[in-house]
């Protein structure tokens, strides 16, 4: 048993020294930002300031991630896990890119955390292991430049934390702690929100082209099918109660054909959310099968394609106690908002179910998150007290074997993992 000691003097005195260099590194990635899996740039500013502060760094991991580790490679194993990539925005006929969903804080941030915990000595005093993890590609975006990846080799699949945890990248880790800004100006920090889960389907559904006038009877028409295919999904939909959160707005992409031909081809794409992964997969195939029976009822061949998306996020309630101390060290009770639940998804929801996972967000934005004109404009929360709340879960748990929580069955939920969700052999 670890002799305990208090460690707040230490995050004072780290506080103190890096407040200035952590704002710094922020704002540095923050200029060069990067859609994933291109995360060059930003790969060569965190590996030259963990190398500087003499700490070592794995490279290359699902192409532009890194990891570095702090500690004896033993005992409790905390992962710092940030999202590294940046958004495209359309303006005219540019796209450019913006880190306007705030990641360039959070590699600021658990970096400068990173560096704290080397130059006190505060990993090796209290014992256990610390991994930073940065990881490519967290929006779904750029999708066909990430398939172009897939078949030349260098990735498998289209997101950054489903390649790492792929690759076994999180096999030795016991928890995971992450952050993400929230674009509530009201209060300084959420803890326990949840995020929804996503996929993505497409329905092709082809027929017969005949001449629409003279001889409709010839012909197979796609449309119909895929028009008969919207109203069983919106009947579909009742069967799912109000907290699954279902989401499901299909949209007709493509049709074939013009005025006077029965069209023969039409496509049919959906993005599926819900708040629970069985309700997900539910939906899916529930999607699956209003297409395919549509098709059948008129004659229809249909042939669907689905991405997978992220998994629902449910955070550990056992790490968020600790990190919510953390933040009642730093404000009052009202600058806290608790449980709330996002439409929005990111594949730490994967993370969160493999591991106990915590993303609390942190306030701080001017602007609104993935729009142009999103900018940091408090960089004391942003970036000082959410890397003291880092700095301090990360003691509290390394000092106190009672709260260290850990996933007995992550081997089959990783098995799982990869054969129904990334359906690994499945060939697709
Ligand atoms: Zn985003
Ligand atoms: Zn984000």
Known sequence: M????????????????????IVRLGRELFRFP????????????????????????????????????????DGYH??????????????????????????SVQTAVLAGVMKMLKESGLVDRLGGTVSFIAAPAEEFIDLEYRKELVRE?????????????????????????????????????????????????RAVFTGQAAHSGAAPHLGRNALHGASLCMDAIAYMKDQF???????????????????NIIPDRAVLESYIRANTLDQLLEAGEKFDRCAIHCAKALGLECAIGDETGYMPLKQSDALNTVVLR??????????????????????????????????????????RIHSGDFAIADEENA??????????????????????????????????????????????
């Open 326 to 367: 953390q933040m009642k060290k730093l404000c009052g009770d009202d600058a806290i908002v608790r449980n709330v639940v996002s439409g929005a998804s990111g594949d730490v929801g994967d993370l969160g179910y493999l591991l106990p996972t915590v993303q609390f967000g942190f306030s701080g934005v001017k602007g």
């Open 241 to 259: 109660p109000k907290e699954a959160g279902l989401s499901l707005h299909p949209v007709l992409t493509s049709v074939s054909g013009g005025v």
């Open 2 to 21: 670890m002799e305990r000691f208090d460690y707040s003097e230490d995050i004072k005195a780290c506080i103190g020294r890096n407040r200035e260099e």
């Open 383 to 428: 970036y000082i007290r959410t890397a003291q709340v880092v700095l301090g879960t990360v003691c509290e748990l390394l000092a106190n074997p009672d709260l260290q929580v850990r996933n007995g069955d992550f081997a089959e939920r990783k098995a799982y993992y990869l054969k129904r969700w990334l359906r690994q052999d499945s060939g697709r």
């Open 78 to 103: 905390i992962a710092l896990v940030a999202d590294m990539d940046a958004l495209l925005i359309k303006t005219g006929d540019r796209e450019l890119a913006i880190h306007s969903c705030g990641h």
């Open 153 to 201: 080799g260098k990735i498998r699949y289209l997101s950054g934390k489903q390649n790492l945890i792929a690759d076994g990248v999180f096999d030795d880790i016991d928890c995971v702690i992450s952050m993400h800004i929230n674009g509530d100006s009201g209060t300084l920090f959420d803890v326990g929100s949840a995020l929804a889960g996503f996929m993505v389907k």
């Open 34 to 73: 990067e859609p994933g899996f291109r995360e060059v740039k930003s790969n060569e500013i965190l590996t030259s300031f963990l190398f500087r502060n003499g700490i070592p760094v794995q490279n290359g991991l699902a192409l532009t991630g890194l990891r570095a580790d702090l500690g004896s490679g």
